[in-house]
């Protein structure tokens, strides 16, 4: 079924959403990848703020190509979310409520997806240029010296992707 939803995401639009289920995403999403997750988890363990608001946020697993002239931002494609696995679960425990990536999740970030009524949807691989054509805004918000693994802030609007586990366990895996 297709379905169109905002960020930040709610609890309830989270409910909805089935593993299977084509979703269009319209909205604000945060990127972050392995050396962005590794210093948000030292700044929680010196017990400092994140540079965004998690709660009902979606982080996106990705780090552009530079930008062509008169785009926010260059290929935008998604890397595998295993990396991200042993960060996963305390961040979904703060609130996080969607991820974007490709490839399988390991049990214990099922388990928070499950336990803090989140999704984790897929966006196609080696669509990296087509799916930037979605993205309306690109702001580094974070950790900029980390090039293409910075924090950024995207607008999206349609961004396509596919509910691969959702709020009750059920997964495309």
């Known amino acids: 079924m297709d379905k169109k939803i905002s960020m930040p995401l709610s609890e309830e639009a989270a409910l909805s959403l089935r593993a299977g289920d084509y979703v269009y995403i319209t909205g604000t999403i945060y990127t972050a990848r392995d050396a962005a997750h590794k210093r ?15 709660k009902g946020s979606c982080i996106y697993y990705m780090g552009p190509s530079p930008a062509r002239e008169g785009r926010p931002i260059g290929s935008a494609g998604p890397t595998t ?12 425990d703060l609130g996080l409520r969607a991820m974007i990536g490709k490839g399988k999740r390991s049990q214990a970030v099922r ?6 009524k989140a999704v984790y949807f897929a966006a ?8 930037s054509q979605r993205i309306k805004k690109s702001e580094v918000i974070a950790y900029d010296d980390l090039g293409t693994e910075a924090i950024r802030k995207l607008y999206v609007e349609d961004f396509p992707v596919i509910v691969v586990s959702d709020t009750e366990g059920n997964s495309l895996y």
């Open 40 to 54: 948000m988890d030292e700044t929680l363990a010196r017990g400092e703020e994140l540079p965004f608001d998690i």
């Open 81 to 92: 979310a295993s990396r991200m696995d042993k960060y996963a679960p305390k961040l979904l």
């Open 111 to 116: 388990d928070a997806i499950v336990r803090n």
């Open 124 to 131: 196609v691989g080696g669509a990296g240029a087509i799916l």
